[in-house]
């Protein structure tokens, strides 16, 4: 089943925070979180693994709450860059991925 | 280095043709796979190889076909193509271990399929 990621489109000024919340009905192995922007391929930017351990992008930080079943994307003093759709992934058996629906980040001058 | 590359990036084609989306990655990557992408959606995975000669089904697999002849290269083929088939296919590929859902998938650039 599909993770849900809320909220579903964010609009900032440049230097304003924004955080993306996936939430899975089944139990998380390992997020993977990716900015696609319109047009271009999927980026890695993060990796959330049972255990707390976290691979990924030096200027963003994420969350995962084993327990209920949760990631949180932490954008924080966000560039013009920032801005794309940001996916989840779920994590199951030989690296497969569920994504979720995407996150629209838009960040304004 | 070129990293995972799919060809064509863009097709028309007719209801009932057929055509092969053709993907190739150089980083000697063992896990290879196939997304496709509606408008304004997430990535629905369509077929997965963890090796040459070895590929299995993911969530929609209907209307494709892949074949893993070699480590590199990972074709879908659409038979008999159908308009619900207009999409952005995206090839992607991964080096994995022991724990397979530990490392990023590295993305092509993506095929833009139009069937009409």
């Known amino acids: 089943q599909q993770p849900v990621q809320s909220p579903q489109a964010v609009i900032l000024r440049e230097g304003e925070d924004a955080v993306i919340n996936c939430s899975s009905s089944k139990a998380l192995y390992s997020v993977h979180w990716y900015r696609q922007k319109h047009g271009e391929a999927p980026v890695f930017l993060m990796i959330?693994?049972?255990?707390?351990e976290q691979k990924g992008h030096e200027k963003i930080s994420a969350s995962f709450n084993e327990k209920k079943q949760q990631s949180s994307l932490y954008l924080t003093a966000s560039q013009l860059s920032y801005s794309g759709t940001y996916f989840c992934g779920s994590g199951t058996s030989y690296g497969k991925l569920t994504f979720g629906q995407g996150t629209i980040l838009t960040v304004h001058p | 280095n070129a990293g995972v590359t799919q060809t064509p990036k863009f097709r028309i084609l007719k209801i009932g043709q057929s055509m092969t989306l053709q993907c190739t990655q150089d980083m000697n990557h063992n896990y290879m796979y196939w997304y496709r992408q509606d408008p304004g959606m997430g990535l629905k995975l369509i077929y997965y190889?963890?090796?040459?000669?070895?590929?299995d089904k993911g969530e929609v697999p209907n209307g494709y076909n892949v074949s893993r002849s070699t480590t590199e290269d990972f074709p879908l083929r659409l038979e008999l193509a159908a308009p619900s088939q207009t999409s952005v296919y995206f090839c992607?590929?991964?080096?994995?271990?022991?724990?397979?859902?530990?490392?990023?998938?590295?993305f092509g650039d993506g095929t833009r399929l139009s069937i009409l």
């Open positions: 992607a590929s991964t080096l994995q271990g022991k724990k397979a859902d530990n490392q990023p998938q590295h």
């Open positions: 190889s963890v090796g040459a000669g070895i590929t």
């Open positions: 959330l693994l049972k255990g707390g």
